[in-house]
């Protein structure tokens, strides 16, 4: 891009590397990460368990602890950094939970069960708005109603474990907002959840998102929430992105084999296959130094000259890159495998 | 909670007339108790006399009769190494155990919550380290030896505080801290290992999260979590040292309270005594439970009465 910007984007991470320091070795669990966020837009990141996301999430909340550690990188929040030079300790302190909040992924155990709800958003009311009692009282009643919570006025003096799953979740929300914050950073806030409530918590999800002005980072394993809600997506594996683009982009046309393989492995309605393509093998070892492409070992088309360095992401800058030495081939080679399998399998039948 | 309350007192009078019965049992059938009291030289006359004066030639049933409708009005007869009535004897003897459980159990509370939550936010560490290496040594020492050497070391060597006996303030340091050491150990190995639970608990993620300062998450958040094992804990300790440790310490001490008299009526065998101390202290174990229970509804809204 060659225009200059006149604002600094509202989050920025630069080359975030984040390591955990276990006794069998450094997990390199984040190796460098880059992320612009936009004022407004929703960015999903997708990736598998382990793939460095929730990590990612957590660090730029500042919410890293022993054994793990940022040790690279930078993080700007409206141009600022979080990590180094001066105050930044302080800046960090003053926009965790006030200006970014998050959402985590199990609301049976992120309420603490000694308190009541209403309590606990009191709490954020408390140290980021300095309401009094009274008045956090009435702000947490009209946070559950704004969440789409039934009698809140009761609700807010009942305790977690009186709320059903869903409940909680809606509740969870109420609380990230409650500090009107301008960023909201939501971990899987749907997989502890059942299909008919995931679907209420995204529509939720969506309309605040647009009634409020936030910017959201959504983060799942789960590539049709991502399709519903999200503007720009990032694919995530062994603690980097390794395709980006509009969601529509990577829906349509997914450029690096390990989307492909996610899509694939999505079933599908609309769809006759012969049987739900999945990916083989796991992620890798991120205690190993890394050679090569870290999909390699998985990969349907790699070869190996993949082997030798890893790939970064290459393509139209700021729009849709792909860190692959064979983009856009994976697609045809794995549809054509399982055309193969199809037609071996009517033979089968005749 | 009216139900609730009655069935719980209903299930500690059963567990009060249980143990009653195995004392009652115990002593009478198994040994002869007219030949432990008496003197080897004692005729048979003279037995005679003696079981009539105790209701012992009674049928057992008979005595269990006398013996509950003495207790219900708090009357178990007279003490036959004082010559007056048991419970004027206890209720003399367990004001003082009180006084040094609950100056022991104090201090041991007092220092081992802070000490223990303080080990458990630096897992690992030289400082955590040296904590359980300290908890460990004090809830190791018996507590006999623990109690002559600081008698040697404080009472004798330095004579800051008095070697045995009752009265003043610096009467009760000494065997304060022999009773608390251990129950020290204890506590801050427990408060510990549930700290740093808790700490690992999503909801700690949580105000981490929201961004509530360290203290807020580690003492409203993490702890009132962990108070629950902690206080089950707290109440075990003023059982055992109520109904065991105070034996051992008053003894060294020679503090006239529950224990040491409990001793001194098996050395004179004093039956009656006996009989008396083990019926109040099993009340007392068994208010101490039914009181904790309504400590845990007040701290976990989860623990509800279910009727």
């Known amino acids: 891009m060659t225009e200059v910007r006149k604002e600094p984007y509202l989050l920025e991470v630069k080359d975030l590397q984040v390591s955990f320091y276990t006794r069998r070795g450094i997990i390199r669990a984040v190796r460098g990460v880059h992320l612009k966020m936009e004022r407004g837009e929703t960015l999903g990141i997708v990736g598998e368990s382990g793939s460095g996301k929730s990590v990612t999430a957590r660090a730029i909340l500042g919410l890293v602890d022993l054994p793990g550690a940022i040790t690279g990188g930078d993080i700007l929040w409206n141009g600022e950094s979080l990590l180094h030079g001066k105050g930044a300790k302080a800046r960090a302190r003053k926009v965790r939970g006030k200006e970014m909040a998050m959402v985590f992924q199990n609301p049976m155990t992120s309420f603490n069960p000694l308190y009541t709800i209403g309590s606990q958003i009191r709490e954020v009311l408390k140290y980021h708005l300095g309401m009094n009692k009274k008045q956090g009282t009435e702000r947490a009643t009209e946070l559950l109603s704004l969440v789409g919570m039934s009698n809140p006025k009761s609700r807010v003096d009942q305790y977690p474990h009186e709320f059903s799953g869903g409940m909680r979740q809606r509740a969870m929300i109420a609380m990230a907002l409650a500090s009107e914050p301008k960023l909201l950073i939501a971990d899987e806030p749907t997989t502890a959840l059942d299909v008919t409530i995931q679907a209420q918590i995204l529509e939720l999800l969506d309309d605040l998102q647009s009634r409020l002005g936030l910017t959201t980072i959504l983060i799942t394993h789960d590539l049709a929430v991502v399709a519903g809600v999200c503007h720009r997506v990032r694919v995530m594996y062994a603690g980097r992105f390794l395709e980006k683009g509009s969601a529509e982009e990577i829906f349509g046309k997914p450029g690096h084999p390990y989307t492909v393989g996610l899509l694939k492995s999505t079933p599908r309605l609309d769809e006759l296959v012969p049987r739900l393509y999945s990916i083989a093998g796991s992620p890798p070892d991120l205690r190993l130094p890394v050679t090569g492409c870290t999909f390699l070992p998985r990969c349907e088309i790699g070869e190996d000259s993949c082997g030798v360095t890893e790939p970064l992401l290459t393509g139209k800058k700021g729009a849709r890159e792909v860190a692959c030495y064979r983009s856009f081939e994976a697609e045809s080679v794995i549809e054509a495998e399982l055309e193969a399998e199809w037609e071996a399998l009517a033979r089968a039948d005749d | ?307």
């Open chain 2, 1 to 307: 909670m009216g139900k609730f309350i009655l069935q719980r007192v209903a299930q500690g009078v059963i567990v009060v007339i249980g143990v009653v019965l195995v004392v009652f049992v115990v002593t009478r059938l198994v040994g002869d108790p007219v030949s432990l009291m008496l003197p080897l030289e004692a005729t048979p006359e003279e037995r005679a006399a003696f079981e009539a004066t105790l209701g012992l030639d009674q049928p057992l049933l008979v005595q269990l009769g006398d013996f509950a409708a003495g207790a219900v009005r708090l009357d178990f007869g007279d003490s036959l190494w004082q010559g007056r009535a048991a419970f004027e004897i206890i209720a003399e003897a367990l004001p003082k155990t009180f006084i040094l459980v609950l100056a022991a159990l104090s201090v041991a509370v007092v220092v081992a919550i802070p000490v223990g939550i303080y080990a458990s936010l630096k897992p690992g560490s030289w400082i955590d380290r040296t904590l359980v290496g300290g908890s460990l040594l004090g809830l190791s020492i018996p507590q006999f030896w623990l109690g002559l050497m600081l008698i040697l070391f404080f009472g004798v060597k330095l004579g800051w505080f008095p070697t045995s006996g009752y009265g003043s303030w610096k009467h009760i340091v000494l065997p304060a801290v022999t009773l608390a050491l251990p129950a020290i150990g204890r506590l801050v190995m427990m408060v510990r290992s549930t700290m740093i639970d808790e700490l690992h608990a999503p909801y700690v993620e949580t105000s981490q999260a929201k961004g509530m300062p360290r203290w807020r998450t580690v003492f409203m958040h993490a702890f009132r979590n962990a108070s629950i094992p902690v206080a089950t804990l707290v109440g075990w300790e003023f059982i055992r040292a109520m109904a065991g440790y105070a034996v051992v310490v008053e003894t060294v001490f020679a503090w006239p309270g529950i224990g040491f008299m409990s001793i001194q009526a098996i050395n004179q065998q004093d039956l009656i005594l006996l009989q008396a101390i083990v019926f109040v202290v099993a009340i007392i174990v068994v208010a101490i439970n039914i009181g904790m229970d309504f400590l845990y509804m007040g701290i976990d809204p989860r623990i509800k009465v279910n009727s």
